[in-house]
């Protein structure tokens, strides 16, 4: 069983930034493709970022292109998502997830992912 636990979220002002980590237990964890999602009220859950176990490739959605930054330590089987540029549209819980399969052709889905964590709110005021 993999356990993911999600951490630094919180309210920053637009323009600032935030990081988030992402602390997995259970499973060998550097196998593991990994991606961060979010839902806002009212909307389905979207991808972010993700990244290959090796951490040599990454993807990025388009609305955070540029302003966020996905990595992974898996000496310390931490995956992070640092946020520059903050935006209110960026306000929503952030979910983190791991897919087994290394199905990277699925990296923007969240059928493409076994597991997930609790999430973790952040919140951007105007």
């Known amino acids: 069983q993999v356990q993911l636990v999600e951490s630094g979220g919180g309210l920053v002002q637009a323009g600032g930034s935030l990081r988030l980590s992402c602390a997995r237990s259970?499973?060998?964890?550097?196998?593991?493709?990994m991606g961060w999602f979010r839902q806002a009220p009212g909307k389905e859950r979207e991808f972010v970022a993700a990244?290959?176990?090796?951490?040599?490739?990454?993807d990025y959605a388009d609305s955070v292109k540029g302003r966020f930054t996905i990595s992974r330590d898996n000496a310390k089987n931490t995956v992070y998502l640092q946020m520059n540029s903050l935006k209110p549209e960026d306000t929503a819980v952030y979910y983190c997830?791991?897919?087994?399969?290394?199905?990277?052709?699925?990296?923007?889905?969240?059928?493409?992912?076994?597991?997930w964590g609790q999430g973790t709110q952040v919140t951007v005021s105007s």
């Open positions: 990244i290959s176990w090796s951490g040599g490739n990454t």
């Open positions: 259970g499973r060998t964890f550097s196998r593991y493709n």
């Open positions: 997830a791991a897919d087994s399969e290394n199905r990277w052709q699925r990296r923007s889905v969240s059928s493409g992912y076994e597991y």
